[in-house]
Nanobody
Framework: QVLLVESGGGLVQPGGSLRLSCAAS????????MGWFRQAPGKERELVAA???????NDADSVKGRFAISIDNAKNTVYLQMNSLEPEDTAVYYC?????????????WGRGTQVTVSS
């Protein structure tokens, strides 16, 4: 079992920055990739960015050049640095982890943290 705890959300003005953190505990050693998804009201949950323990990343086109995902393998923590935030970035941001188990890949989710971009 893996427990994911997010932090760092809040209210920010357009053009501002926020840094989200997600710490994994439990069987964190089994995690192979971590990432961030977001869900805005009335919309489906979408991938924002993902990173493998080896450092390979996958970013959504809508955040390329503005957001950066990174991972601290020693701390089992993934970060999302969000710059040049836009009102369209307003959503609940969820941390995600895929862990390798004897039965295949198990996906875990955090409870989410609210990001609101508004003047």
């Amino acid at each position: 079992q893996v427990l994911l705890v997010e932090s760092g959300g809040g209210l920010v003005q357009p053009g501002g920055s926020l840094r989200l953190s997600c710490a994994a505990s439990g069987s964190a050693f089994s995690i192979v990739t971590m990432g961030w998804f977001r869900q805005a009201p009335g919309k489906e949950r979408e991938l924002v960015a993902a990173i493998a323990r080896g450092g390979n990343t996958n970013d959504a086109d809508s955040v390329k050049g503005r957001f950066a995902i990174s991972i601290d393998n020693a701390k089992n923590t993934v970060y999302l640095q969000m710059n040049s935030l836009e009102p369209e970035d307003t959503a609940v941001y969820y941390c995600n982890a895929d862990a390798a188990t004897g039965l295949g890949v198990q996906t875990y989710w955090g409870r989410g943290t609210q990001v609101t971009v508004s003047s």
